[in-house]
């Protein structure tokens, strides 16, 4: 098990809460797929320098600060994949550190609800990468104590302070991060 506990502060509840805001809206922007206009690369698709300049003048537009996706000691990622013309669903479209994710339930192209989840493998279908042993056992029951959470109940489609139910999502997924990361990862087998 890790050593460090995470804990989020009040200020970590406010980036949770831009963030998911950011990621709910970016989706929907890039709900057209790789060539639709307002486009954010991510993952795989960063494969030269530009795309990442790309990025970083992108976010600026935003007026996001260079630590906007650190939150409570954690830099989180976003990934946003294009391929075999999957996108904008749980598997293409997330919020992850390494197989730890925050995922979207979508309608017509659109995060309608967010829930933690912990990837047990990857890809899902036929995993090449997966958790194997007690800290899947552990994991998987994780993935089975959490629901989805709809956008407006999290309060992600207002200006209003964190909601306690954003609060306890953020709360969630640093408890599952802080006990079982470092079991996970050691875990993991590639086929």
Not at 22 to 33: D, H, K, T
Not at 123 to 146: F, M, S, V, Y
């Amino acid at each position: 098990m890790n050593n460090k506990v995470y804990v989020a502060s009040e200020e970590d509840y406010i980036k949770f809460k831009k963030f998911l805001q950011f990621f709910v809206q970016q989706s929907a922007e890039n709900r057209n797929g790789p060539t639709g206009p307002n486009r954010l690369y991510s993952g795989a698709d960063l494969t030269n320098d530009n795309k990442r300049r790309a990025n970083a003048e992108f976010l600026r537009s935003y007026n996001l600060a260079d630590d906007f996706a650190e939150i409570a000691g954690l830099k989180f990622g976003i990934m946003f994949y294009f391929s075999e013309n999957a996108h904008n669903d749980m598997n293409s479209t997330y919020i992850n550190i390494g197989l730890f994710n925050i995922v979207g339930q979508f309608e017509i192209g659109k995060v309608i609800a967010l829930r933690n989840y912990i990837r047990l493998g990857i890809p899902p279908a036929a995993p090449t990468l997966k958790i194997t042993g007690e800290a899947r056992d552990l994991c998987a029951a994780r993935n089975n104590d959490t629901q989805f959470n709809r956008i407006t109940d999290l309060g992600i489609d207002d200006n209003d302070a964190p909601n306690a139910l954003l609060k306890s999502m953020l709360d969630e997924y640093l408890k599952n991060y802080s006990e079982l990361f470092e079991m996970a990862m050691n875990s993991v087998v590639r086929r």
